[in-house]
């Protein structure tokens, strides 16, 4: 690991005016170039490093910061600061109570040592975990090379949507139900201008950019993620499948928010997928068949194959469908009976 300096800011602007680069920029600058990059919780970060992947020269520690680490209601909702760990989001009785979804999702990732120290920001700016990506000896697309190695070689874990030129999934659990949930994410930048993307909108499929996974700028931080208020009607479920219990990524999630009537049809449906492509994934078929219907186990196996409309697996990936099939029905079924 290369040296560097360390830089403890207390605002806001100091934090936004140290933090020159992206960490996807700082990992294609050229040598000479100063960088200083944003450390939340430090897991994903820390792990770039010591593999010799990034090496910037400053490290912008945003622990000092006040203000980032609270989670406020407001009229129009929930506000979580990005700084906020995942135990403490899994544990707060707000989220249990109006999101449980979310409290389940982040409950359940990585390991107790890890939610104790990784932060929701982070978790959602952390960058692809694609074995090819993370090795030094493979220039992938992602890190400005000319070829997905995955496409052709161990493509077990990668996408099943979207991944005709890059096959990463997303690596946060979290990311899946907030994408359901509506959620947006505050950006601020060192002018103090802030914005509010819909976190669905903030993330950037590979069409649009290779080398990036979110419209993150430089010198801009990502403050807060704000939840919407829900209707007493919104019924939601998260499940997901790893190969293991703990301390592992999924190998598919699928997260189901409802809004059903009164009567017990479905007004609104919001049905999006995990470790399924290079962002989360919209199942808008899925979406479309609950819509003002009564939902039942009929139902919900129709919506579980329509949501797979358009998959193109790759040739170690294809068991992701039935999987996916699976757990989308019984998650559809769950949150409609919650």
């Given amino acids: 690991m290369n040296h560097f300096s360390w830089a403890s800011p207390t605002t806001i602007p100091e934090a936004t005016s140290a933090a020159s680069a992206i960490v996807a920029e700082a990992m294609t600058a050229p040598g000479g170039s100063t960088t200083g990059v944003v450390k939340a919780g430090g897991i994903d970060l820390l792990d770039l490093m010591k593999e010799g992947m ?15 680490d609270g989670i406020a209601e407001e009229k129009d909702g929930l506000r979580i600061g990005a700084m906020v760990t995942l ?30 120290v990784a932060t929701l920001g982070g978790n959602l700016l952390q960058r692809p975990r694609c074995w090819y990506f993370r090795a030094k000896d493979f220039h ?13 070689g161990e493509n077990q874990y990668h996408a099943i949507f979207d991944n005709q030129s890059c096959a990463i999934v997303h690596p946060s659990t ?66 997901k499948q790893g190969e293991k219990d703990s301390f592992d990524w999924p190998l598919a999630d699928v997260a189901v928010v409802l809004d059903m009537a009164a009567e017990g049809r479905c007004i609104h449906a919001a049905v999006v997928l995990g470790a399924a492509a290079p962002v989360p994934h ?13 939902i039942d186990a009929v139902l919900a196996a129709r919506a579980s194959k329509a949501a797979l409309e358009g998959a193109r697996p790759l040739g170690k990936n294809a068991y992701k469908l039935p999987l996916f099939e699976t757990l989308i029905r019984r998650a559809v079924l769950k949150a409609a009976n919650a």
């Fill in 54 to 68: 990034l090496a910037p020269d400053t490290l912008v520690n945003l622990a000092t910061v006040s203000g980032l």
């Fill in 87 to 116: 135990a403490h989001l899994a544990a707060h009785p707000l989220i249990r109570q109006r999101y449980p979804a979310l409290a389940e999702a982040v409950g359940a990732s990585a390991s107790p040592q890890i939610r104790n």
């Fill in 174 to 239: 979290a990311a899946t139900v907030l994408v359901a949930l509506g959620a947006q994410v505050e950006l601020v930048n060192a002018n103090g201008v802030s914005r509010t993307p819909l976190l669905e909108e903030f993330f950037i499929p590979p069409e649009r950019d290779l080398q990036r996974e979110n419209d993150l700028h430089p010198h801009e931080i990502l403050t807060a993620i704000h939840l919407p208020a829900l209707a007493g009607s919104l019924r939601m479920a998260h499940l």
């Fill in 282 to 294: 919209r199942a808008s078929a899925a979406e479309y068949l609950l819509i003002g219907q009564h």
């Fill in 140 to 152: 992938c697309l992602r890190k400005g090379g000319g070829h997905c190695f995955a496409l052709t």
